[in-house]
């Protein structure tokens, strides 16, 4: 499963619009998609895998190492460089699962297609 977010030019403020998806052509089309829109600055896609916490005993994304940067180009289209390494986030732009929520749920519930990636949200 892949997680992706929209970040604008104040990547501090959080990101403009998140979603999943089953697979990472359909993660990197949704999130070329909200790349157009002009709040947008950066794309960051994560690989991640479904795991239980065992402190509260419910679902938990945990990422699986893999993570690509999305950024438009001069001509229009978008640039994706992947970076693998150790899991953590420490280097990397990190957003809680619960941002992810709503979009989750419409892959649960057989919404979100490879060929209809799952709508945008933009975070609470």
Avoid at 100 to 107: I, Q, V
Wanted: contains cysteine.
């Amino acid at each position: 499963m892949y997680l992706w977010a929209l970040f604008g030019y104040e990547v501090t403020a959080g990101p403009v619009a998140v979603g999943a998806s089953l697979s990472l052509p359909g993660a990197m089309r949704a999130a070329e998609g909200s790349l157009s829109d002009p709040r947008g600055f950066v794309a960051a896609i994560k690989e991640v895998a479904l795991r239980l916490n065992v402190a509260g005993l419910d679902d938990r994304y945990t990422e699986s190492g893999g993570r690509w940067l999305g950024r438009r180009t001069r001509s229009g289209g978008v640039r994706w460089d992947y970076r693998h390494g150790d899991p953590d986030l420490s280097g990397m732009y990190c957003i809680p699962d619960s941002v992810y929520r709503e979009a989750l749920a419409e892959l649960r519930s057989g919404s979100g297609t490879e060929d209809q990636p799952p709508s945008r949200h933009a975070p609470r």
